[in-house]
């Protein structure tokens, strides 16, 4: 096992855009499901599980840093208790700017963080009201001041584009502002409208106005432009890094390897076997309490799904998928097995071997997902 992703749920607010696990923080039982967490890693070690060969932790949510400091400080014990954080080559948590506070990176930093993935999604004000946000764009630059007083130099922020009523200048403004702060790492994603999202109902309601495909695929460009202007790699589609700043744990899942997915509705991937826990808070508590893993489904993978997600995500990033590797993870060749598929592809130029390797064209990165759709049964 490579990875380790810890879901925290609670939020203070809900984003528009938001789909994952979480609830609002008022009134939840916070202190007993931090404990839980000490419970499910107590309950996997005595599987046999080991947590000795990590090399990254991630706390994700919701949002980790709606924390009080104490509970942060207590979240941070348990996982202290479990894993050896000195040995890992990252330990991420996932940070609202508002949110963060210098109390409370000290407390990370001190529990072992050494990485922040902080949620900025943009630099215009008007734009975080309507998205939901809660911080405003001078919050972004304050907790990065305080980040590096606190002792952090792995900072990335996400920025998001194709947001409703999002200007070509809007997005410039904000790549501008986000390079500005100087930091190694910073991800760009397009707006997803998601199902049971406050964007969804308003979508479904003809009441959420989009940039439309021509617009977001220019931010698109307007993004790789600038990170390459700025001297970040695009190492994946929607990331961009200086060289060694790239981020381990999200790697180990495009390079399909093992993790554990611990809390409420995380996922993870052990021995051969997908697997998801259960969602809502308190049935995950009461499972953890009765003395059982609070397994919602787990699912084994068989040879053909392994390698098909082996292509999709491998193909995300920007080294793409190597032929000998996959040939001495499967046993089989990848021509033996994707050799009509890669013929396609290359005569669409979509995708170009160079090398041993396979990888997406400046035209396949546009048309990804219509890429990854080739390797699915």
């Not at 202190?31 to 090399?55: P, R, T, V």
């Not at 508590?285 to 787990?298: F, I, Y």
Request: hydrophobic content about 35%; overall charge negative.
């Amino acid at each position: 096992m490579r990875g380790m992703y810890i879901h925290i749920p609670f939020c203070h607010q809900i984003c528009h855009y938001c789909d994952f696990n979480k609830v609002f923080f008022k009134n939840q039982p916070v202190d007993q499901y931090i404990e839980s967490i000490g419970k499910e890693l107590s309950l996997m070690k005595a599987e046999g599980i080991s947590f000795d060969s990590l090399e990254t932790v991630f706390l994700g949510g919701g949002t980790p840093t709606s924390l009080s400091e104490a509970q942060l400080d207590r979240l941070l014990s348990i996982i202290n208790d479990y894993v050896d954080v000195t040995t890992l080559k990252e330990f991420s948590t996932e940070a609202n700017p508002d949110e963060l506070t210098y109390g409370k990176l000290v407390v990370l930093k001190a529990g072992g963080v050494n990485r922040l993935s902080i949620g900025v999604q943009s630099f215009d004000a008007d734009l975080l009201t309507k998205i939901g946000r809660t911080h405003s764009p001078g919050d972004a630059a304050r907790v990065v001041g305080d980040a590096r007083k606190a002792g952090f130099e792995n900072i990335s922020i996400d920025l998001i584009y194709g947001l409703p009523e999002q200007t070509r200048e809007q997005w410039q403004d904000t790549l501008i502002k986000a390079t500005e702060l100087e930091l190694p790492h910073y991800s760009g994603y397009s707006l997803i409208v998601e199902p049971k999202t406050v964007f969804y109902n308003l979508m479904n309601k003809g009441k959420l106005p989009l940039p439309g495909e021509d617009m977001e695929a220019e931010m698109f460009q307007m993004l790789m432009d600038h990170m390459e202007k700025e001297g970040r790699n695009r190492y994946e589609i929607s990331n961009f890094a200086f060289p060694g700043h790239e981020s381990i744990h999200n790697l180990i899942y495009w390079e399909n390897d093992t993790y554990a997915g611990i809390g409420a509705g995380a996922h993870g991937y052990l021995s051969g076997t997908r697997y998801s826990n259960i969602g809502p808070i308190t049935r995950y508590m009461e499972k953890v309490e009765q003395g059982e893993r609070p397994l919602q489904q787990s699912h084994i993978v068989t040879a053909i799904e392994a390698m098909e997600e082996e292509m999709f995500l491998g193909l995300r990033v920007a080294g793409g998928v190597s032929a000998s590797i996959f040939q001495e993870k499967f046993g089989r060749s990848l021509d033996e097995v994707y050799g009509k598929t890669f013929e396609t592809l290359i005569g669409n130029g979509l995708v170009e071997k160079s090398g041993d390797k396979f990888k997406l064209t400046k035209i396949g990165v546009f048309r990804g997902n219509e890429v990854f759709q080739q390797f699915l049964n």
